[in-house]
Nanobody
Framework: QVQLVESGGGLVQTGGSLRLSCTTSGLAISILTMGWFRQAPGKEREFVAGIGWRGDSTDYTDSVKGRFTISRDNAKKTVYLQMNSLKPEDTAVYYC??????????????????WGKGTLVTVSS
C-alpha cells in the first residue's frame, strides 16, 4: 500500500519560515518525480513545486520562486519544501505528490499518480 505522509505544517507569522516533509512508503521513489501542490479555501488545487527523479531539475510556480526550495532524499524516501518569507496568500493545505518515472520536474504539473492527505499551513498577517 502506497502512503504519503506530510508533516511540518502549522501557524506562522508573515515573514516566517516552515519546512514541510513528505515521507513515502510502499514503493520505490528514486525514479519518480515528487513535489507539492496546495489548495487555498475556495480555490482550486495548484502546483507549487516539483523535483525530477534525478534531483537535478526543479520547477516552481511563479509566486513562490525565490522563497521556496524543494529537495529530496531518496534514501529516506522523503521530499521537503523549505518555505521562507511566508505571506498570508501562502495559506493553504499543502499536498505531497508523486508523479511518473524518469520524468522532469515540470511533468508533475500534468501527471500525479499518488497524493498525500495534506498538511495545513496558515500564515497570519
Amino acid at each position: 500500500q502506497v502512503q504519503l505522509v506530510e508533516s511540518g505544517g502549522g501557524l506562522v507569522q508573515t515573514g516566517g519560515s516552515l519546512r514541510l516533509s513528505c515521507t513515502t512508503s510502499g514503493l520505490a521513489i528514486s525514479i519518480l518525480t515528487m513535489g507539492w501542490f496546495r489548495q487555498a479555501p475556495g480555490k482550486e488545487r495548484e502546483f507549487v513545486a516539483g523535483i525530477g527523479w534525478r534531483g537535478d531539475s526543479t520547477d516552481y510556480t511563479d509566486s513562490v520562486k525565490g522563497r521556496f526550495t524543494i529537495s529530496r532524499d531518496n534514501a529516506k524516501k522523503t521530499v521537503y519544501l523549505q518555505m521562507n518569507s511566508l505571506k498570508p496568500e501562502d495559506t493553504a493545505v499543502y499536498y505531497c505528490a508523486l508523479g511518473g518515472g524518469f520524468a522532469q520536474a515540470r511533468d508533475l504539473k500534468t501527471r500525479v499518480n499518488y497524493w498525500g492527505k495534506g498538511t495545513l499551513v496558515t500564515v497570519s498577517s
